[in-house]
DNA sequence: TACCGCATGTAAACGGTTACATGATTAC
DNA sequence: GTAATCATGTAACCGTTTACATGCGGTA
């Protein structure tokens, strides 16, 4: 939540109009749970309110972070996700990245990328120790698995190369382009 | 618990060790869910224990689905995930794939695929929205969303081919291997 | 006037994790 | 004898969802 704020002040409503809007990357919280969080932020002085009139819809409580907000963000940002994290800990992080710094969103990249790899490395454990003859359907979701974690690898190389050449900028559109054009990949 | 049970007698311990194996897909519940949920089996009537002495090992507590657990999973099976169900639910089905009859096991790949495009088309309106000039950073989550949506697409469009040409024996192996090689995709 | 979308909020219920407690068996 | 793994279990705590409650503003 800390996190929205910082990238553009807004009501509890955006902010579950805009998670519900990457439904599918991150769940959005509940009201019941979104309104008390602000509520706490606010007494924490977190944030501040600015409650807004307008005269086509109802009145609106707009949220901003203040100084100690920023703070609290930060010191949260900085802190690499703990070692086991989650993917949706690395997705959230990873729409925070306008947030992030530079080193520390490389640093969270590549922590992903060595966590798949071990992941990668039980699922084939599991896929051979499975083997032989097994209904195919029993092996679908190693399957699965193991086709998610090669094209997360891929997307993280990507977009960790065209991190480091910040001087074009292909950004991810071109990298999602290079994807689409099937250029002989890794 | 049930599918897991239905697929082999287990303990706790050993339903805790697979969903283990499997971390990255599916979240493995603590032993404070876990056991109380085989209590509540038990009481339902839905699972029967066996208490196994070994030798070498501490003694365990062997479960197994009874008729009733039998046709109470086959119930949840059959019934099609909820329209919003998230990607947990989808990989939980595709976990007990080996327990969905062929058509149900169809139908769900179908309806993820079509969730699929439709989060697809909401990344893709906030990638609009975000357009011209942002900070690459801030675009990175929509990104990748639209990466993983594209890799799943594909798995699932392989999947549902493999899965209706049951002559040959593709399976998911042939597959993995089909994607490696680069051949034309989509 | 009735309804729908916007907007905020609260309280009960629920489910899961955390932390604790116990004990058998093997290996050092 | 003591640590580590295997194995089971309970209770407090905590955050979230669900359901409910309220009210403004536009529109059919």
Redo the contacts between chains.
């Keep these: 939540v800390l996190g929205l704020l910082a990238?553009e002040p807004m009501s509890g409503y955006d902010i579950r109009r805009y998670l519900r809007?990457?439904?599918?990357?991150v769940?959005s919280p509940s009201f019941g749970s979104l309104y008390p969080t602000l509520r706490t932020l606010l007494e924490e002085g977190l944030v501040t309110v600015d409650i807004v009139l307008r005269r086509d819809k109802p009145a609106c409580k707009i949220y901003s972070v203040t100084r100690d907000g920023a703070a609290a963000l930060e010191e949260w940002l900085e802190q690499p996700a703990p070692a086991e994290s989650?993917?949706k800990t690395f997705?959230k992080r990873?729409?925070l990245?306008?947030n992030?710094s530079g080193s520390r969103?490389i640093a969270d990249l590549e922590q992903r990328r060595a966590q798949?790899s071990s992941?990668q490395a039980?699922?084939e454990?599991?896929a051979t120790s499975l083997d032989e003859g097994a209904?195919?359907?029993?092996?679908?979701?190693?399957?699965?698995?193991?086709?998610?974690?090669?094209?997360?690898t891929a997307?993280i190389d990507e977009?960790l190369q065209?991190?480091s050449q910040p001087r074009e900028?292909p950004?991810?559109?071109a990298?999602?382009a290079n994807?689409k054009a099937?250029s002989?990949?890794t």
Excluded: C
Aim: proline share 2%; glycine share 12%.
């Design positions: 990238q809007s990457l439904n599918w990357l769940d989650s993917l997705v990873l729409v990245a306008g992030l969103l798949i992941h039980l699922l454990r599991a209904d195919r359907k029993r092996r679908l979701a190693l399957d699965y698995g193991l086709a998610m974690a090669e094209a997360e997307w977009t065209s991190l900028n950004g991810p559109a990298a999602a994807r099937g002989g990949g």
